[in-house]
């Protein structure tokens, strides 16, 4: 079945440490979104992919980086500039540039956690 | 600039009774609407979705949501709660970003059933 793999599904991080989530789709969907999301606050756009080799900041990018060098694949470096990086992380795909009317396909996240 | 609202963040409702999960949107053009379930640590899930065909729509588990361009409303309902439904839900509206659509999350809305 096609779908979308978040891993791990729990992560500690220490403080100073750069840590990935890794995002993999079978979908062959061509847009890819990450997501951070905090008690309260709803979902909040870090990053996304429209294409291969191509990504664009969202509303909160900083202290996150990305990469985007196959189209299955979309994974999520959390930096040690990131200042307060425990959350929940979400990432979904869709199909065509944007979702149109077809929505996104969400995985089932990673919790992050600062210890 | 297009937008999505979510009328109460927290809606509690007794088992069997109506549910009704407020949502208003600000477009200026058709918009694309669509409704959202997040269990705890767990992705989100696709309940429904409108795209300009009919006006009342049905989704999985119940749920339907009808559109209503004069009031700018797409509001989720489900005739009778079960306690399986409790869960956080989110409203969406797909909205052009440079060339690209991309959805607008509202900020969810956490529903409690009691027995």
């Known amino acids: 079945d096609g779908g979308i793999t978040q891993s791990p599904k729990y992560l500690f991080r220490k403080e100073g440490q750069n840590v990935t989530l890794s995002c993999e789709q079978n979908l062959n969907h061509d847009a890819m979104y990450w997501y951070r999301q905090d008690p309260g606050q709803g979902l909040r756009l870090i990053y996304y992919?429209?294409?291969?080799?191509?990504?664009q900041k969202g509303d909160i990018a900083e202290g996150y980086s990305v990469s985007r060098e196959k189209k299955e694949s979309f994974p999520l470096t959390v930096t040690s500039a990131q200042k307060n990086p425990t959350a929940f992380y979400l990432c979904?795909?869709?199909?065509?540039?944007?979702?149109?009317?077809?929505?996104?396909?969400f995985g089932s996240g990673t919790r992050l956690t600062v210890v | 600039a297009q937008s999505v609202t979510q009328l109460g963040s927290h809606v509690s409702v007794s088992e069997g009774a109506l549910v009704l999960l407020r949502c208003n949107y600000s477009s200026s053009v058709p918009p694309y609407l669509f409704w959202y379930v997040q269990y705890p640590n767990q992705g989100l899930q696709l309940l429904l979705k409108?795209?300009?065909?009919?006006?009342l729509v049905k989704g999985i588990n119940g749920f339907e949501a009808e559109f209503k361009k004069s009031e700018t409303s797409f509001h989720l309902t489900k005739p009778s709660a079960h306690m399986s439904d409790a869960a956080e839900y989110f409203c969406a509206v797909s909205v052009f970003s440079g060339s690209a659509r991309q959805l607008t999350f509202g900020s969810g809305t956490q529903l409690t059933v009691l027995p």
């Open positions: 409108y795209t300009s065909a009919a006006t």
């Open positions: 979904a795909s869709s199909y065509g540039q944007g979702g149109s009317n077809y929505g996104y396909t």
């Open positions: 992919s429209q294409i291969v080799n191509d990504f």
